[in-house]
């Protein structure tokens, strides 16, 4: 046998046809495209995908309803990573920024509520977030599972969510914290430069990723700049928060059976963790 790959999904060669082993409609589709040579059927009530070969069903690992939260620093990667998983399992990825935004756009009584205190520079209070979080958690693309990233933030915010889903009946499958060093998360976001046009805001790194011609954005010819957030003085105090206010949720979920720490500072990585996990509870 011989592994190749197709994207993320490991590709079996076997005596001149191919096993793929995926977790996820996407890659799966990805994959029989390239070899378009077997039949396959997606079994949407079980959540399964199952490939037709040589007359065996070989079905795809089922990751479809798992339900999660992420927590980690800021420059942990969660936007990244919820954003990797969620292409593994076709759960959506819900963030307080993007249900304020969507109530907002869609002028609900809730949207306008909290469109008054953001134009007046304020936090919105936790009780309208979460009166968005129960309606967003009630759509029906959650039946596949959900991902909150970076939300709760505070503990009065996760023992609202306790609640919260305790009411819709729903059982998380754990709590992700991706731990990362300081150190570095410092590093990977002073070196960070986002392109300031507003329609094109694509990132470089100085280390990593530099734009050909320095400060020039490769894809629209604006300046890629350092964002205000990502100076060092920011970042420090954007750590000192999340220190004192987010942190201690890492002790709060470890007390309900619910923390997966994963130290890591690749995506990846924080991704195989977080299936094997999955498989090992199920
Ligand atoms: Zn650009």
């Known amino acids: 046998m011989t ?25 799966a589709a990805m994959a029989l495209t390239a070899f378009g040579r077997w039949r396959f059927k997606w079994f949407a009530d079980m959540g399964i995908m199952a490939f037709h070969c040589d007359g065996v069903y070989k079905y795809s690992r089922n990751f479809t309803d798992m339900k999660l939260i992420l927590i980690g620093a800021p420059g942990a990667g969660k936007g990244t990573i919820a954003k990797l998983l969620s292409t593994e399992d076709g759960s959506v990825q819900i963030s307080t920024g993007d249900i304020l935004r969507s109530a907002i756009a869609a002028d609900s009584a809730l949207g306008r509520k909290a469109g008054e205190h953001m ?27 959900f991902l909150l990233d970076g939300f709760p933030r505070t503990i009065p915010q996760a023992e609202a969510l306790n609640k919260l889903l305790g009411k819709l009946n729903i059982v998380l499958d754990m709590v992700v ?3 990362v060093p300081q150190a570095v998360v410092l590093d990977r976001l002073t070196t960070r430069r986002t392109c300031e046009n507003p329609t094109c805001q694509e990132i470089y790194n100085i280390k990593s990723k530099p734009p050909l011609v320095a400060g020039i954005c490769d894809r629209c010819g604006s300046a890629a700049v350092q964002r205000e957030d990502e100076t060092e003085d920011a970042i420090s105090q954007r750590l000192q928060i999340y220190n004192e206010k987010t942190a201690p949720l890492i002790g709060f979920y470890e007390g309900h059976g619910l923390l997966v720490n994963v130290e890591s500072t690749s995506s990846e990585a924080v991704i195989r963790v977080v299936m094997d996990e999955l498989e090992r509870g199920r």
């Open 177 to 179: 914290n991706i731990e």
């Open 119 to 145: 134009r007046r520079g304020e936090l919105v209070p936790d009780d309208l977030i979460m009166a968005l979080m129960e309606s967003r958690l009630q759509h029906a693309d959650c039946a596949n599972g």
């Open 3 to 27: 592994a190749i790959n197709v994207g993320r999904s490991p590709v079996w060669r076997v005596g001149g046809r191919y096993l793929v082993e995926c977790g996820g409609v996407g890659r």
